[in-house]
């Protein structure tokens, strides 16, 4: 990053000398004092810009790349080398001026894994003669017994010892619901401890552990990744070798070496190199503004050609936290009055559920009442005092003990025994008053999402998720997805995004720790980053930053419109050059007059690329 940012600030420092010296070298031929002559004003701030090219051109031709950089170096070289040095710095000025515009369109996006190794594990309890021991993770061997205290993450896979422990699974499985584990029931790291404090056996070190594995796999995806080719250079071997011949040519017949550089001038690409930079900022300002963060004009390019979406399911098709889905109630209580008490009770807990109470409770304008005596039964739930009424809620065998369900429940009860719900029981004075059903429903704009995809031509939508496949046809029912992979590990979207990415352009769609791995494997991965900064949004190109799906299909539409218009922008481009070309050839341009040409050429380009920063209309999508 600190080698990017010196590069960067070297760019700046060219374009500045180089326009410096233009001003400088003009103030001294209209004023016609001065210690230097114009011509060696010029030359002077022309030559670190030649210096520093050639040295860039040289590097890449090491590696195997040849850019239409190389036509502004010659140009520039050979206007120096013929006394023209007002043409070699007005050339200077563009090339060195779109590389500043490059810079800028790419920002500051460089990935790193800082969100994800931040959280990681770092510490484990173990348990020794005189208790237990905090140590390094690295220290932990398989077969330790380590305790983790409420709150916590488990420092390394293993097994739990104790008789239960309750789990939050987030981090690892993108599951938003608390899971409970019983005796020799496998624990994986990174997830977080949500009950009471258990002991655990150690079944892996920490290099072998899944959160390890999760962020190497997430480092291994993102260095796999190729550099970012500028559009201009795919233009290159076709353009440098027609340019050179064209001046060699004008040169021969005139006999005039003049001639040849005022073609080598016009023909210097500027189209090609401000263009699509000029287009990437406004596609990625216009981003910006629909909530979209692109992260550099390789992410917009990328994302311009894609044909195959992949999505996760918990948090991205799905509102990935515990809504409200049903609520029974015993056939003399009424179900506002059950919901108010039990808010008015979990005002008091820091439960997964609480917020999603509470908030229920106050969008339907239930008055709230202050609660007292509670004690918090971690994992289990939470008993009280509301109105003078004793309030328990929470899971059944707090709430009911070991006593029967009433019949007025049964047949939810039996309903929902193979469904992925969590289930609070309510009491009021010590009898069942109502059992409120949560679980995770679909978004409202998921179906429109699609639809919108296929609209501006994806062609293929898969839903990869680590549920059940009961779970995942559940939710695949309504969005008709061309496939659907269930049961899947971090590993295994990783593999699915790799297949899909051979066979065409992948976008991955997710919002959690494990999708990591596959949003920066696929050709780009898009994060629902709305609820706070996370590996995804670290590891993914695109970040959209509100809490719905809609800007997903809005990203695609504004790459796929800045794409078109950088390409539109080239082309024209080109073609004014071409024209200004043939009228260098023929001796109606001088090297002077040909760079000033280039520059109108450059400003016309310029303004169309700037149409990326309006809202503009997809005409139609792609066949």
Same mark, same amino acid.
């Given at each position: 990053?600190?080698?990017?940012?010196?590069?960067?600030?070297?760019?700046?420092?060219?374009?500045?000398?180089?326009?410096?010296?233009?001003?400088?070298?003009?103030?001294?031929?209209?004023?016609?004092?001065?210690?230097?002559?114009?011509?060696?004003?010029?030359?002077?701030?022309?030559?670190?810009?030649?210096?520093?090219?050639?040295?860039?051109?040289?590097?890449?031709?090491?590696?195997?790349?040849?850019?239409?950089?190389?036509?502004?170096?010659?140009?520039?070289?050979?206007?120096?080398?013929?006394?023209?040095?007002?043409?070699?710095?007005?050339?200077?000025?563009?090339?060195?001026?779109?590389?500043?515009?490059?810079?800028?369109?790419?920002?500051?996006?460089?990935?790193?894994?800082?969100?994800?190794?931040?959280?990681?594990?770092?510490?484990?309890?173990?348990?020794?003669?005189?208790?237990?021991?905090?140590?390094?993770?690295?220290?932990?061997?398989?077969?330790?017994?380590?305790?983790?205290?409420?709150?916590?993450?488990?420092?390394?896979?293993?097994?739990?010892?104790?008789?239960?422990?309750?789990?939050?699974?987030?981090?690892?499985?993108?599951?938003?619901?608390?899971?409970?584990?019983?005796?020799?029931?496998?624990?994986?790291?990174?997830?977080?401890?949500?009950?009471?404090?258990?002991?655990?056996?150690?079944?892996?070190?920490?290099?072998?552990?899944?959160?390890?594995?999760?962020?190497?796999?997430?480092?291994?995806?993102?260095?796999?990744?190729?550099?970012?080719?500028?559009?201009?250079?795919?233009?290159?071997?076709?353009?440098?070798?027609?340019?050179?011949?064209?001046?060699?040519?004008?040169?021969?017949?005139?006999?005039?070496?003049?001639?040849?550089?005022?073609?080598?001038?016009?023909?210097?690409?500027?189209?090609?190199?401000?263009?699509?930079?000029?287009?990437?900022?406004?596609?990625?300002?216009?981003?910006?503004?629909?909530?979209?963060?692109?992260?550099?004009?390789?992410?917009?390019?990328?994302?311009?050609?894609?044909?195959?979406?992949?999505?996760?399911?918990?948090?991205?098709?799905?509102?990935?936290?515990?809504?409200?889905?049903?609520?029974?109630?015993?056939?003399?209580?009424?179900?506002?009055?059950?919901?108010?008490?039990?808010?008015?009770?979990?005002?008091?807990?820091?439960?997964?559920?609480?917020?999603?109470?509470?908030?229920?409770?106050?969008?339907?304008?239930?008055?709230?009442?202050?609660?007292?005596?509670?004690?918090?039964?971690?994992?289990?739930?939470?008993?009280?005092?509301?109105?003078?009424?004793?309030?328990?809620?929470?899971?059944?065998?707090?709430?009911?003990?070991?006593?029967?369900?009433?019949?007025?429940?049964?047949?939810?009860?039996?309903?929902?025994?193979?469904?992925?719900?969590?289930?609070?029981?309510?009491?009021?004075?010590?009898?069942?008053?109502?059992?409120?059903?949560?679980?995770?429903?679909?978004?409202?704009?998921?179906?429109?999402?699609?639809?919108?995809?296929?609209?501006?031509?994806?062609?293929?939508?898969?839903?990869?998720?680590?549920?059940?496949?009961?779970?995942?046809?559940?939710?695949?029912?309504?969005?008709?997805?061309?496939?659907?992979?269930?049961?899947?590990?971090?590993?295994?979207?990783?593999?699915?995004?790799?297949?899909?990415?051979?066979?065409?352009?992948?976008?991955?769609?997710?919002?959690?720790?494990?999708?990591?791995?596959?949003?920066?494997?696929?050709?780009?991965?898009?994060?629902?980053?709305?609820?706070? &900064?996370?590996?995804? @949004?670290? =590891? $993914?190109?695109?970040?959209?930053?509100?809490?719905? *799906?809609? #800007? /997903? !299909?809005? %990203? +695609?539409?504004?790459?796929?419109?800045?794409?078109?218009?950088?390409?539109?922008?080239?082309?024209? &481009?080109?073609?004014? @050059?071409? =024209? $200004?070309?043939?009228?260098?050839?023929?001796?109606? *341009?001088? #090297? /002077? !007059?040909? %760079? +000033?040409?280039?520059?109108?050429?450059?400003?016309?380009?310029?303004?169309?690329?700037?149409?990326?920063?309006?809202?503009?209309?997809?005409?139609?999508?792609?066949?």
């Amino acid at each position: 990053m600190a080698d990017a940012m010196d590069e960067s600030a070297l760019r700046r420092a060219l374009l500045l000398i180089a326009t410096t010296g233009l001003a400088l070298g003009l103030g001294v031929w209209r004023s016609g004092t001065g210690p230097l002559s114009p011509d060696t004003i010029w030359t002077v701030a022309t030559l670190p810009v030649v210096v520093v090219l050639a040295i860039s051109i040289l590097r890449d031709f090491w590696i195997g790349r040849i850019g239409v950089d190389a036509i502004a170096l010659v140009s520039m070289s050979a206007a120096l080398l013929l006394g023209q040095a007002l043409a070699a710095v007005v050339v200077a000025i563009m090339y060195a001026g779109g590389t500043v515009l490059e810079d800028f369109a790419r920002g500051r996006a460089e990935r790193n894994l800082r969100a994800l190794t931040d959280r990681a594990p770092r510490v484990a309890h173990r348990k020794c003669a005189q208790g237990t021991e905090t140590v390094p993770i690295e220290q932990v061997a398989v077969g330790d017994e380590l305790l983790v205290r409420a709150g916590e993450l488990l420092p390394v896979d293993g097994f739990l010892i104790d008789a239960s422990a309750v789990l939050d699974e987030s981090t690892v499985t993108g599951e938003p619901l608390p899971e409970r584990r019983g005796t020799g029931d496998a624990l994986r790291s990174g997830t977080v401890n949500a009950g009471e404090a258990f002991f655990m056996r150690a079944s892996a070190i920490a290099d072998n552990s899944t959160y390890a594995a999760i962020v190497r796999m997430v480092a291994a995806a993102q260095t796999a990744k190729a550099p970012f080719i500028r559009i201009a250079d795919r233009f290159a071997l076709l353009l440098l070798p027609v340019t050179l011949l064209l001046a060699g040519i004008a040169w021969r017949l005139s006999g005039d070496p003049i001639r040849g550089l005022a073609v080598l001038v016009v023909a210097t690409p500027c189209p090609l190199i401000l263009a699509a930079p000029v287009a990437f900022i406004g596609g990625v300002s216009r981003a910006a503004r629909a909530g979209i963060l692109m992260k550099g004009s390789a992410a917009l390019e990328a994302l311009a050609q894609i044909r195959t979406a992949i999505f996760d399911k918990t948090g991205t098709l799905t509102l990935g936290g515990a809504e409200l889905i049903e609520i029974d109630v015993a056939p003399d209580r009424q179900a506002d009055e059950v919901l108010r008490l039990l808010a008015s009770l979990e005002q008091a807990s820091h439960h997964v559920l609480a917020d999603s109470i509470v908030r229920i409770a106050r969008r339907r304008k239930l008055t709230l009442s202050q609660p007292c005596d509670v004690r918090e039964h971690r994992g289990e739930g939470l008993k009280g005092l509301v109105n003078g009424m004793s309030v328990a809620a929470g899971s059944r065998p707090l709430v009911l003990g070991g006593g029967p369900l009433p019949g007025w429940a049964e047949s939810a009860e039996k309903r929902h025994r193979s469904a992925q719900v969590l289930r609070v029981f309510v009491a009021l004075d010590g009898r069942l008053a109502g059992i409120f059903t949560f679980g995770d429903a679909i978004r409202e704009d998921a179906i429109e999402t699609v639809g919108a995809l296929r609209a501006v031509g994806v062609t293929r939508i898969v839903m990869l998720t680590g549920d059940d496949s009961a779970a995942a046809e559940k939710v695949s029912a309504s969005l008709k997805f061309d496939a659907v992979f269930a049961d899947a590990t971090p590993a295994d979207k990783v593999e699915t995004v790799e297949v899909e990415k051979a066979t065409a352009p992948t976008m991955m769609v997710g919002d959690g720790i494990n999708d990591a791995p596959a949003l920066a494997a696929a050709t780009v991965g898009v994060a629902l980053g709305a609820r706070g &900064g996370t590996a995804s @949004s670290e =590891a $993914a190109d695109v970040v959209v930053l509100t809490d719905s *799906l809609r #800007p /997903v !299909a809005e %990203a +695609l539409r504004i790459a796929m419109r800045t794409r078109g218009i950088a390409l539109q922008s080239i082309i024209v &481009g080109l073609a004014l @050059s071409g =024209a $200004a070309m043939i009228a260098a050839a023929m001796g109606h *341009l001088t #090297p /002077v !007059a040909g %760079a +000033l040409l280039q520059e109108g050429i450059d400003v016309a380009v310029i303004l169309n690329a700037l149409r990326a920063l309006g809202e503009g209309r997809l005409g139609h999508s792609r066949k």
